[in-house]
């Protein structure tokens, strides 16, 4: 059985080391160096404070399965109602599951923080498994920038996915006390 629960600083030696495997042992990340445990906190730290879920699941034994994370899609103010997610999961724990309830349980916390669209970079070749969790929880394919990642060696496409959250596009965000729009979710 597993918890999903926000992440803790004490959870980051756990999720340094699976995001460490991702980088040097797959495709799903085009990072080529994995992060110190210090570059992962300033990572958790920067992501929680600008209001981003951070998540984890956790064995009732206390270890960590797996995370799941938000950050901006894009640097411009005009996109801040926008999240795209990142999903990790220890090699023990995959094919369990385990991401699509890591999944649910963001979409379900981006929603409740405001945001309003959830976007999904998959790298492929390699990302069948998670283009299709993705698609099983709402996310329609919405393009491909062909062989723009290098790494191991080889080319590697960027498929990427979009959900709307909650509202979605149907109504502006709620404006704040004043009648305006608000600065930030």
Same mark, same amino acid.
């Given at each position: 059985?597993?918890?999903?629960?926000?992440?803790?600083?004490?959870?980051?030696?756990? &999720?340094?080391?699976?995001?460490?495997?991702?980088?040097?042992?797959?495709?799903?990340? %085009?990072?080529?160096?994995?992060?110190?445990?210090?570059?992962?906190?300033?990572?958790?730290?920067?992501?929680?404070? #600008?209001?981003?879920? !951070?998540?984890?699941?956790?064995?009732?034994? $206390?270890? =960590?399965?797996?995370?799941?994370? /938000?950050?901006? !899609?894009?640097?411009?103010? $005009? !996109? @801040?109602?926008? &999240? #795209?997610?990142?999903?990790? &999961?220890?090699?023990?724990?995959?094919?369990? $599951?385990? /991401?699509?309830?890591?999944?649910?349980?963001?979409?379900?916390?981006? *929603?409740?923080? $405001?945001?309003?669209?959830? =976007? *999904?970079? =998959?790298?492929?070749?390699?990302?069948?498994?998670?283009? *299709?969790?993705?698609?099983?929880?709402? !996310?329609?394919?919405?393009?491909?920038?062909?062989?723009?990642? %290098?790494?191991?060696?080889? %080319?590697?496409?960027?498929?990427? +996915?979009? @959900?709307?959250?909650?509202?979605?596009?149907?109504?502006?965000?709620?404006?704040?006390?004043?009648?305006? +729009?608000?600065?930030?979710?």
């Amino acid at each position: 059985m597993s918890v999903i629960r926000p992440a803790r600083p004490a959870d980051l030696e756990a &999720i340094t080391a699976i995001y460490a495997d991702a980088v040097e042992n797959s495709l799903v990340t %085009w990072d080529y160096d994995a992060p110190t445990i210090e570059q992962m906190r300033r990572r958790y730290e920067d992501r929680t404070a #600008e209001g981003y879920p !951070f998540i984890v699941s956790e064995t009732t034994a $206390g270890s =960590i399965q797996g995370y799941a994370s /938000g950050g901006p !899609f894009h640097p411009q103010s $005009g !996109f @801040r109602f926008v &999240i #795209e997610n990142s999903i990790y &999961i220890a090699a023990q724990y995959r094919r369990q $599951g385990l /991401g699509q309830l890591l999944l649910q349980a963001l979409i379900e916390e981006a *929603a409740n923080r $405001g945001f309003r669209h959830m =976007i *999904a970079g =998959i790298s492929m070749p390699g990302g069948e498994a998670s283009l *299709a969790f993705h698609e099983a929880l709402g !996310f329609k394919n919405v393009g491909t920038l062909p062989s723009v990642g %290098w790494k191991h060696g080889q %080319w590697l496409s960027a498929v990427y +996915l979009h @959900r709307a959250l909650g509202p979605g596009s149907t109504s502006p965000p709620p404006l704040t006390a004043t009648g305006s +729009l608000p600065e930030s979710r």
